[in-house]
């Protein structure tokens, strides 16, 4: 049998395979991403902000405390650092062997641009004389046929577009670096890989093969995603909404939602459409407040923690709704649209609005199967990849895992989960063939230090003279040089000779990316990263460069000596809570080899009140949580079991913690590197709510029906019990889905009883939405209802009685029941005390607070401490298994490195002015501070500081500083930069 690799393949560069190629390399995994367009990012780039918090969309995901030169808050920074190799324009083409040793082959697509000479400088595509519909841009504009997707991409590289290329010769002759090869073939490579995570995203469901929505037919009838384009900062007009036809501003707008998904060869939902017409509904009002806006809608998708409220957002800015589903676009006459529709009520309109705007939903396209039949993966009717509802990320395939839209339908907070929990199954599998994390370089300390100018370029020899009459630096390199990887060769050869430099300013063509390469090569070389400047050629002329070199010489020369620090790491993992996604992570974690302290309030450890028996799709959930219990307690050496227990205090900080926790038999002090909450949520309790005797919830009904009490004639459940209420605004997202599933099997084992639905929406996400499909084939009855307007039970004898008003017909209709159950939602535990003793904040419903509601959803503000399952949030079975695979695998991160390190990029204090004011504390974003209890002053855990500067803006006698940027290498540079010299 051949050694397992110590590799893993990510095949798709969105925002999932992003996240798990960085999570497998922070564990010392090296992973191959493959991505199929030119640059990553995937869809991701194409959108600025994200509901329901309206944030911007990279930037969310760092920092990674544990990861000493990671700090950079842009996550493609991260794929600068060792362990990561992308392979750009690239594609899956086979795949062999067996989990531990799969043999693949990869077909690098030519871009006829050589990759290792590119500049990114733009002078192909300026002489380019092809022009060609810019996909990135939704089609509204063109750009030529050399090109880089978007500003900033990476790889900074052009590509030429085969398909558009006339040979013509120019880009050729402009190219100052011969990086251009219109006789550039494609390239085979070959890897051997341990695991292989899928994660190529979906495709836009193209709406022109829907003609009557008059799609490219009418100028102003366009998509979801163009309208993004237009909007955009950095789109196409910019940040101004407008017509494509004419340029000016809508007077009002129309969005029409699943187009494309919930229709008769896509039954399913799109799983985001509806929130993100929310948020383009919400966007137009914020820019014009005079534009008339109004979504057609069939059920208002808002199942998420914060997404009813934003829903409600929307219609308190004067969004209006109508409840249909619009059958054909027409025109309007002076480029407007006009749309005639039937509402609920039967009532027929006509409407005329300036533009339409289509919520497309999200299909596999060719790729994706040919990508599916090259890894050999089993994939559904609708070409999503087939899951395990109690695996959910495993592919029929052993050793390979399906993130994302690839497994169904999913929205960022869902693919970054399902991406983390992928990882961790990939590290599980290989685990024992990991390399261990690489030492730290040795900082250059020489006695008499020294300064190295390094200027490459066209313009590196101007460049020289006025550098050196002005600063006279001793070491001052003329890189005879132009393509990055020339320049980052010749720079590091030349440094490692100079053993006294300590400290270096560059100036080069290099864009960000580049940069990053460079000054992680000069690291290695055991310079500081706050004694390194680099300058981009590219952006201004001569003088002014001249300019900026002296600056950075003045930074360079002023920068702070630091060193690296050690602080040790306890690898061991505290885990709260006794569910599913408690038992989950620690089981996680054991495999990996580290000890897990579980701590559990009840006596029992399991589910106390299962909800659910049954999964929708028929599997049996107890059986599957009782091997999940068995198969933890086995685990005695590794998995050390709290009955009965509570947590009472932690202290300390990432990699080392040490909490004491509340036994039967005492306390008991725990040190511990991370901590995982997991202690679940309850169902609420409807007692106190006037329901009669007799009534019963969906899990009582569930154990009804799998005891065979099944001959009803008439069952009424009522949905929404307990939230989507002033008091708690959110949709427990899993009571539909149970409503659904016993429909079902009642219908089944009983067709003639009759079973009503009574609710405010219907909440069937994704492939859920087929059950619900088949319920209204069934012959499942759903009535909606008012909130003010609840339906009302009372008790006639052994039967019921069930008043709703119907807002239609205006009138209320009686339903005679045999069984009213109620669809209770789900609501935060008692969480406050666990709050309070992690440190960690409870979002306003109760439930614990993450980061970021989409890009960190299993972190919070602390470092170290993770949260999943419905400690999170309401969420089903499966969601609960994955966050918990989620939060195991960022905590492995922290467990699995021997000491954290203080990098370079740190804060300090000067105790002589500090005067414990505590200001700093509070404004830390990642807990770095602390007030030392004997001497009252500021202490900074150095492998926590990411050099905000936060604390130094608020320091009332600035004590805290920061080794990054001080105040003499500002003014210095301020100077220089100022002189007009």
């Not at 992973?31 to 995937?42: D, K």
């Not at 079991?641 to 947590?647: A, D, I, N, Q, V």
């Not at 949260?867 to 089903?876: E, N």
């Amino acid at each position: 049998m051949p050694a397992k690799s110590d590799s893993v393949l990510v095949v798709g560069a969105g925002i999932g395979g992003i996240k798990a190629a960085c999570d497998l390399a922070q564990l010392g995994f090296d992973v191959h991403l493959v991505e199929n367009a030119p640059n990553i990012g995937g869809k991701l780039q194409q959108h600025d902000r994200w509901f329901p918090t309206d944030d911007c969309t990279m930037c969310q995901l760092l920092p990674y405390p544990a990861a000493p030169g990671a700090q950079e808050l842009c996550l493609r920074r991260v794929l600068a650092l060792p362990g990561v190799t992308i392979h750009a324009y690239s594609q899956l083409e086979s795949l062999s062997g067996n989990p531990g040793s799969f043999n693949v082959q990869l077909r690098e697509k030519s871009r006829m641009i050589r990759q290792e000479l590119c500049t990114a400088c733009d002078k192909c595509a300026q002489v380019c004389p092809v022009e060609v519909p810019d996909a990135f841009q939704g089609g509204l504009i063109t750009r030529k046929a050399a090109y880089i997707l978007y500003p900033g991409a990476y790889p900074a590289t052009y590509t030429i577009d085969p398909d558009a290329c006339t040979r013509c010769g120019e880009c050729v002759k402009a190219c100052p670096t011969d990086a251009v090869d219109l006789d550039l073939a494609d390239n085979t490579i070959e890897l051997t890989v341990g695991a292989v995570i899928l994660a190529p995203g979906f495709t836009e469901f193209d709406p022109a093969g829907l003609p009557s929505y008059g799609y490219e037919r009418f100028g102003n009838v366009i998509t979801s995603t163009q309208f993004e384009r237009i909007t955009a900062g950095g789109g196409i007009t910019p940040g101004r909404l407008t017509r494509p036809s004419d340029g000016e501003t809508p007077s009002s707008i129309a969005f029409l939602t699943c187009v494309g998904s919930r229709d008769t060869e896509r039954p399913y939902c799109s799983y985001a459409c509806c929130m993100y017409t929310l948020k383009e509904a919400i966007l137009a009002r914020e820019l014009h407040p005079d534009i008339e806006v109004c979504i057609f809608y069939m059920d208002m998708r808002a199942f998420g923690k914060e997404w009813w409220r934003y829903f409600g957002r929307a219609r308190s800015l004067g969004v209006s709704f109508v409840r249909c589903r619009i059958a054909s676009v027409q025109d309007g006459g002076a480029d407007n649209l006009k749309i005639n529709y039937e509402d609920e009520s039967g009532a027929y309109f006509s409407r005329t609005f300036g533009m339409v705007v289509l919520a497309t939903g999200q299909v596999q396209g060719e790729s994706s199967r040919r990508l599916a039949e090259a890894a050999g993966v089993d994939l559904d009717d609708w070409g999503f990849c087939k899951t395990d509802e109690f695996y959910p990320v495993q592919t029929s395939k052993a050793g390979i895992f399906a993130v994302g839209s690839f497994a169904g339908p999913a929205d960022i907070a869902v693919t970054v989960t399902q991406a983390q929990a992928a990882a961790l199954e990939a590290a599980a599998l290989l685990w024992k063939s990991r390399k261990p994390a690489p030492a730290p370089p040795r900082l250059r300390e020489p006695d008499e230090p020294e300064t190295a100018v390094f200027l490459a370029g066209e313009n590196a020899r101007q460049l020289g003279e006025p550098v050196s009459a002005r600063n006279a630096p001793k070491n001052l390199e003329i890189v005879d040089a132009n393509c990055p990887s020339a320049i980052i060769s010749a720079i590091a050869a030349k440094l490692s000779e100079l053993e006294n430099v300590d400290r270096a300013v560059v100036a080069a063509p290099l864009s960000w990316s580049w940069r990053a390469l460079l000054v992680q090569q000069i690291e290695s070389l055991g310079l500081a990263a706050n004694k390194i400047e680099v300058v981009d050629t590219r952006i201004a002329g001569t003088e002014a460069l001249a300019r900026m070199v002296r600056a950075a010489l003045s930074r360079v020369a002023y920068a702070a000596d630091t060193r690296y620090e050690q602080a040790e790491v306890s690898p061991a993992a505290l885990v709260l809570g006794g569910g599913v996604s408690a038992l989950t992570a620690a089981r996680a974690l054991s495999a990996l080899g580290f000890q897990v302290h579980l701590v559990n309030r009840e006596k029992k450890f399991g589910p106390q009140a299962q909800a659910t028996h049954t999964s929708v799709h028929g599997q049996d959930v107890d059986k599957f949580l009782k091997r999940l219990v068995s198969a933890v307690k086995k685990e005695k050496k590794k998995i050390h079991l709290y009955p009965g227990s509570t947590l009472s205090t932690t202290a300390g900080s990432a990699g080392r913690f040490v909490s004491v926790i509340e036994t039967p038999d005492g306390p008991r002090e725990i040190p511990h590197g991370a901590t995982i909450i997991a202690t679940g949520a309850a169902e609420y309790d409807f007692c106190a709510d006037g329901y009669p005797k007799g009534v019963i919830t969906q899990s009582e009904f569930e154990k009804q029906l799998l005891k065979g009490k099944k001959k009803l004639s008439s069952v009424v459940m009522i949905q929404c019990v307990g939230t989507l209420n002033e008091e708690r605004p959110y949709c427990s997202r899993t009571c539909c889905i149970k409503a659904l599933k016993n429909a079902l099997a009642l219908k089944k084992a009983n067709p003639d009883a009759e079973v009503f639905i009574l609710c405010r929406e219907v909440m069937t996400y994704g492939l859920h939405e087929l059950a619900y499909k088949e319920a209204r084939e069934m012959g499942v009855v759903f009535l909606r209802y008012q909130q003010d307007r609840p339906p009302t039970v009372s008790k006639k004898g052994k039967s019921f009685a069930v008043t709703v008003y119907d807002p239609l017909f205006e009138e209320e209709i009686a339903l005679p029941a045999d069984t009213v159950v109620l669809s209770t939602g789900t609501v935060c535990a008692d969480a406050a005390a666990v709050a309070r003793a992690a440190g960690v904040e409870l979002d306003e419903f109760g439930f614990f607070k993450e980061a970021n509601p989409k890009f960190r959803p299993v972190e919070t503000d602390r470092p170290g401490v993770f949260i999943c399952g419905l400690a999170q949030g309401p969420q089903s079975l499966e969601e609960s298994i994955t966050q918990a695979q989620a939060a195991a695998v960022r905590a492995a991160s922290l467990l699995s490195r021997k000491s954290l390190l203080t990098g370079t990029m740190t804060s300090t204090v000067a105790n002589r002015w500090c005067v414990g004011c505590e200001l700093c504390v509070t404004v830390c974003p990642v807990h770095a501070r602390i007030i030392d209890e004997k001497t009252r002053k500021a202490k900074v855990y150095g492998e926590l500081c990411v050099a905000c500067g936060a604390c130094a803006t608020v320091c009332p006698s600035s004590a805290a500083k920061s080794t990054v940027a001080n105040d003499r290498q500002i003014l210095a540079a301020i100077e220089v930069l100022t002189s007009g010299e």
